[in-house]
């Protein structure tokens, strides 16, 4: 991957699609110093002047509101990277093959200017596109741009069945901001075909670089203020790519080594190069003290003292291969094991997580066709504070279960990731007791349950140090009506419940200088 060229490309099509989206607003009557009124007029609605179909005065309507919402810079950052994300998709896909009519749709694989779905457009079949209108354009000769147009909205549109976290059915105000040049030399979807090779979409990978390098500029700006960190700003200033090896190190460490204990001859150990196997360690007798917070058993306990430390400091000693560790989690299937990442971001813990799994169900026999589909349902979960990178998450991992089998695009067998949003939720006073006491859930709603649900009121700050304060007694949630009950309790060496998940954090070192992820992770339980 040529992430120098992404790291040039992505600021400048951030500003690009800005730009287009600014443009295309004002085309509209909607800049952010004026709002011109829509006059409506039998079947036509009058803008500024221009006249546009009727229908164009309820999509208007709704970009209106949504300036007025969120303010119209912050609406046009936030509809120029939809329509990004959108199109990176489609480039994806098309490099990959997943699009069902088998033609690109940004570009031609001839290396032609025309798209090649233009070209085959009359034989193209997509959701909304009537055949006689891609006929008469295609007869005009001069309505190529308009053909092209629609041929996108309608890919976007069949692309909503399988991924509509993406692609929202366009009928909307985003429609209105689609640009009409699509097809000139300089335009928005030729500078991506340019610059986002095909050797670069070899892996799902590219999605995560080309976001951290498209907020770039952002979290250069936001930084350099030099003050209080808006809410609204928190996820450019904290988002970082993870690179390869150090989320290889975290999950085969993590969830490698929880399949390992279950399954001590799995050969899952000889697709993990980053795995420390705690038998194979040469420590110091002085960094002894260490292996005690590890967890990690040794042969002789006396070597712990400082005493003997003092004296033995040249001498090596290694985790004992005599005592089998069993303060373990107990998996019995890979259906039982959830593992979540409470800080998301693109998905890259979460896209390798998903390798692994795939290996494990196939150690196990399952199915390669129905593997996918069981991973997303029970095994892989995620939390993010930012809407775009939920959304890349989930678009990342849907490649991934598209990887591993062409029928996943299929409608009974796609399954959408567990990728949430968290999302900032306050209460009226009283609104929470009043509704507890009217539906009589006072044994549910206990005062662990009320102060997590009040530390949403923060979500958006608060995101992943949100947790559920312990209780001595069953938890409040096994008995919540929701399908994801999560809480969160110490991780050390994959220990202690079943049914529960692993959560990978990044690795620190301890005073003694041995790096280690194991007293970092954490638990993550799912009843029911």
């Known amino acids: 991957m040529n992430r120098t060229k992404l790291k040039n490309y992505a600021p400048q099509a951030r500003r690009d699609f800005i730009q287009a989206m600014t443009d295309r607003a004002a085309y509209y009557g909607l800049t952010a110093k004026k709002t011109e009124p829509v006059v409506e007029k039998g079947d036509v609605a009058v803008i500024g002047g221009r006249s ?19 303010g119209f810079e912050q609406a046009m950052e936030a509809m120029a990277y939809t329509w990004f994300n959108r199109l990176v998709a489609i480039r994806y896909m098309e490099i990959k093959g997943y699009l069902d009519h088998g033609y690109r749709v940004l570009s031609h694989p001839e290396g032609k200017p025309t798209p090649e779905i233009l070209q085959h457009a009359e034989h193209v079949e997509l959701p909304g596109l009537k055949p006689e209108t891609v006929i008469d354009l295609k007869l005009d000769g001069n309505k190529d741009a308009e053909l092209y147009r629609l041929l996108l909205i309608a890919q976007c549109n069949a ?34 075909v340019a610059e986002i090779a095909e050797e670069d979409c070899e892996s799902v990978e590219i999605l995560g670089w080309l976001y951290q390098f498209y907020i770039a500029e952002k979290k250069d700006t936001v930084m350099a203020r030099k003050s209080a960190v808006p809410t609204a700003d928190i996820p450019a200033v904290t988002q970082l790519f993870t690179p390869h090896w150090i989320v290889r190190y975290l999950v085969e460490n993590s969830l490698g080594r929880l399949w390992l204990l279950n399954r001590p001859q799995s050969k899952l150990r000889e697709h993990m190069p980053y795995y420390i196997d705690p038998c194979t360690l040469d420590i110091p007798v002085r960094d002894l003290s260490s292996l005690r917070s590890l967890d990690i058993p040794v042969r002789d306990s006396s070597l712990f003292s400082a005493e003997n430390a003092e004296h033995t400091t040249d001498r090596n000693v290694h985790p004992t291969e005599e005592i089998e560790e069993t303060d373990f989690l107990k998996i019995t299937k890979p259906e039982e094991i959830r593992l979540l990442d409470p800080a998301v971001g693109s998905g890259h813990m979460l896209t390798y997580a998903f390798d692994l799994l795939t290996l494990i169900y196939e150690e196990e026999g399952y199915a ?17 504070i930012c809407p775009r990178a939920a959304q890349l998450a989930e678009l990342a991992l849907v490649f991934k279960a598209r990887e591993k089998s062409r029928r996943f695009f299929q409608p009974e067998h796609i399954v959408r990731p567990a990728i949430i949003e968290l999302r900032e939720v306050r209460f009226a006073e009283n609104e929470l007791p009043d509704y507890i006491r009217a539906l009589g859930l006072g044994d549910i709603f206990n005062a662990p349950l009320l102060k997590l649900l009040h530390q949403f009121e923060e979500a958006k700050n608060f995101g992943s140090l949100i947790q559920r304060a312990s209780t001595n007694g069953p938890s409040p949630m096994s008995a919540a009506p929701s399908r994801g009950r999560i809480s969160a309790a110490s991780f050390s060496c994959a220990r202690r419940t079943s049914k529960s998940c692993v959560s990978s954090n990044k690795p620190r070192r301890s ?5 280690s992820s194991w007293p970092i992770r954490r638990i993550w339980e799912r009843k029911g």
């Open 52 to 70: 546009f179909p009727v229908a164009v005065a309820k999509k208007r309507k709704a970009l209106e509101d949504r300036i007025k919402k969120h």
């Open 368 to 384: 390669p066709t129905e593997i996918p589909a069981l991973i997303l349902q029970h095994n892989l979960h995620g939390l993010e």
């Open 511 to 515: 005073p003694s200088g041995i790096t």
């Open 159 to 192: 692309l909503h069945r399988i991924m509509p976290f993406v692609f929202p059915r366009i009928d909307d105000e985003t429609e209105l901001l689609l640009p009409d040049n699509l097809l000139h030399s300089d335009s928005l979807t030729r500078k991506l």
